[in-house]
């Protein structure tokens, strides 16, 4: 991935984008907010004291300024991907018109592949709208920032109160739709109630949560106290019962166009193949929570859709996403799924990724970046299908068709 720009580079789009009046209109703008765990948090345990955070190197190594965010990941995490994701694959040409994200009526002026890294580059720039939301705990969140939206995901917490104990001060979801109110009402005193409401309700959601329902919590210790009060089957209704809760809140807030993820395989993930693969595989275990909780979860939106009488929630199938790549990976351009590109141990899926662990030179070769993350490269693969897979893959339609029925609207 090239997205070096002289500065020449970034002053001439710069004067483009001015030319082109692109920095005012704010009120087109489509606001991002993002809810969920370590999958979608860009930063925000960077600020708390917890055990659970990405902000010391290798993390960010393939970032834009290669430095660690708190993103899990070695470069952009699956909401930037989703903010610049149209940028990437719409430039074909010199001087190709595309739209920028998820900006209704901004355009760009690029030149082959510049005014993509020119974007990325200039992400402390503030050039128009087209960065990923902060962290909702950073200090720099303020004034028209919060007009792009806020990202409030915090990594470690699970649907459940308990899930992520052991990781301390983390941003439970319960606390995170408190944020959001609180947002609202900080955005209120800026731009007023009536122009927040509409943001809001214009605004693309996305929730990514569940998977430590399961790793760190029913199976984080053999006899867990959830494992102990739920068998399986069970654990997974009482689940979906309180994301249904959770997800109905947030409508009530506001939210009208929600992306739902499901969980990965989470039993292929290199730290359940180190350390509960079954025959050398993938853990059978996990793979049946996985293959329990996914199609009730879309059973959930699309109940909670009928109750409604508007598809505001769109199940994003996740499991399959990442089976493609797990069970073909060369594919996808993949050497492996089965080993973390940074760790150490069997599949190098032990322990955390430090400064200490085996680090791969190429991380577009693996699936996974560190024992449970998928790599920028995987985030990618998966965007993708979120903006253009078939209903297989996104239940009722994917990303391209809601914008463009929302931008007809
Ligand atoms: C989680 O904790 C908060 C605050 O104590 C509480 O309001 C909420 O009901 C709890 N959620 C569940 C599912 O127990
Ligand atoms: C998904 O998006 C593509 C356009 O990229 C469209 O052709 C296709 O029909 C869409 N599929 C569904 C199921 O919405």
Same mark, same amino acid.
């Given at each position: 991935?090239? #997205?070096?720009?002289?500065p020449f580079?970034?002053?001439?789009?710069?004067v +483009?984008?001015?030319?082109?009046g692109?920095?005012?209109?704010? *009120?087109?703008?489509?606001a991002?907010f993002?809810f969920?765990?370590?999958?979608?948090?860009?930063g925000?345990?960077?600020?708390? *004291?917890t055990? %659970?955070r990405?902000?010391?190197? =290798?993390?960010?190594v393939d970032?834009p300024?290669?430095?660690?965010?708190?993103?899990?990941?070695?470069?952009l995490?699956i909401?930037?991907?989703?903010?610049?994701?149209?940028v990437?694959?719409?430039?074909?040409n010199s001087?190709t018109?595309v739209?920028?994200?998820?900006?209704r009526?901004?355009k760009w @002026?690029c030149?082959?592949?510049?005014?993509?890294?020119?974007?990325?580059?200039?992400?402390?720039?503030?050039?128009?709208?087209?960065q =990923?939301?902060? =962290?909702?705990?950073?200090?720099?969140?303020? !004034?028209?920032r919060?007009?792009?939206?806020?990202?409030? $995901?915090? $990594?470690?917490i &699970?649907? @459940?109160?308990?899930?992520g104990?052991?990781?301390?001060?983390i941003?439970?979801m319960?606390?995170q739709?408190?944020?959001?109110?609180?947002?609202?009402?900080?955005?209120?005193a800026?731009?007023?109630?009536?122009?927040?409401?509409?943001?809001?309700n214009? $605004? +693309?959601? @996305?929730?990514t949560?569940g998977?430590?329902?399961f790793?760190?919590n029913?199976?984080?210790?053999?006899?867990s106290?959830?494992?102990r009060?739920?068998? +399986?089957?069970?654990y997974?209704k009482?689940?979906?019962?309180e994301?249904?809760?959770l997800?109905?809140?947030?409508?009530?807030?506001?939210?009208?166009?929600?992306?739902?993820?499901?969980?990965?395989?989470?039993?292929?993930?290199?730290?359940?193949?180190?350390?509960? !693969?079954?025959?050398?595989g993938c853990s059978?275990?996990?793979?049946?929570a996985a *293959?329990?909780?996914?199609?009730?979860?879309?059973n959930?939106?699309q !109940?909670l859709?009928?109750?409604? &009488?508007?598809?505001?929630?769109?199940?994003?199938?996740?499991q399959?996403?990442?089976t493609d790549?797990i069970?073909?990976?060369?594919?996808?351009g993949f050497?492996?799924s089965? *080993?973390?590109?940074? !760790?150490?141990g069997?599949n190098?899926?032990?322990?955390?990724c430090?400064? @200490?662990?085996?680090?791969?030179?190429?991380?577009?070769?693996y699936?996974?970046?560190d %024992?449970f993350?998928?790599?920028?490269?995987a985030?990618? #693969?998966i965007?993708?299908?979120?903006m253009?897979?078939?209903?297989?893959?996104?239940?009722?339609?994917?990303?391209s068709?809601?914008?463009? +029925?929302?931008?007809?609207?």
């Open positions: 991935m090239s #997205i070096a720009a002289s580079n970034v002053w001439i789009i710069f +483009l984008v001015l030319a082109m692109a920095i005012s209109p704010i *009120a087109e703008a489509r991002f993002i969920g765990d370590s999958l979608v948090d860009s925000n345990n960077n600020y708390l *004291a055990t %659970a990405a902000d010391s190197p =290798p993390y960010g970032y300024t290669r430095r660690p965010t708190g993103r899990f990941s070695n470069g995490n909401p930037d991907i989703i903010i610049f994701g149209l990437y694959t719409g430039v074909v001087y018109e739209k920028v994200g998820l900006h009526h901004r @002026l030149q082959s592949w510049s005014c993509v890294g020119v974007d990325l580059v200039s992400s402390g720039q503030q050039i128009g709208q087209s =990923p939301p902060l =962290p909702y705990l950073s200090p720099q969140l303020t !004034g028209q919060l007009l792009v939206g806020a990202n409030f $995901a915090s $990594a470690g &699970g649907i @459940l109160n308990d899930t104990v052991q990781f301390l001060n941003i439970r319960f606390r739709l408190d944020y959001f109110e609180e947002y609202q009402r900080r955005l209120s800026i731009v007023g109630p009536q122009q927040t409401r509409q943001l809001v214009q $605004a +693309l959601v @996305l929730v949560v998977g430590n329902d790793v760190n029913y199976y984080l210790v053999p006899f106290a959830r494992s009060q739920f068998a +399986l089957p069970d997974v009482y689940l979906i019962s994301y249904s809760k997800l109905m809140r947030l409508y009530k807030l506001g939210a009208r166009r929600v992306l739902v993820t499901g969980t990965g395989p989470m039993g292929c993930v290199p730290a359940e193949l180190a350390t509960r !693969g079954t025959n050398g059978a275990e996990l793979q049946r *293959a329990l909780y996914n199609p009730q979860l879309l959930m939106l !109940g859709n009928k109750k409604i &009488g508007k598809n505001v929630f769109i199940g994003v199938n996740t399959q996403m990442h790549f069970s073909n990976p060369q594919t996808f050497t492996t089965q *080993a973390a590109c940074c !760790g150490q069997p190098n899926g032990l322990g955390l430090t400064r @200490l662990s085996n680090l791969c030179p190429n991380r577009d070769l699936a996974f970046w %024992a993350h998928p790599s920028e490269k985030c990618r #693969i965007v993708q299908q979120i253009s897979g078939s209903a297989n893959y996104m239940t009722p339609m994917n990303l068709t809601i914008m463009a +029925l929302d931008s007809m609207s």
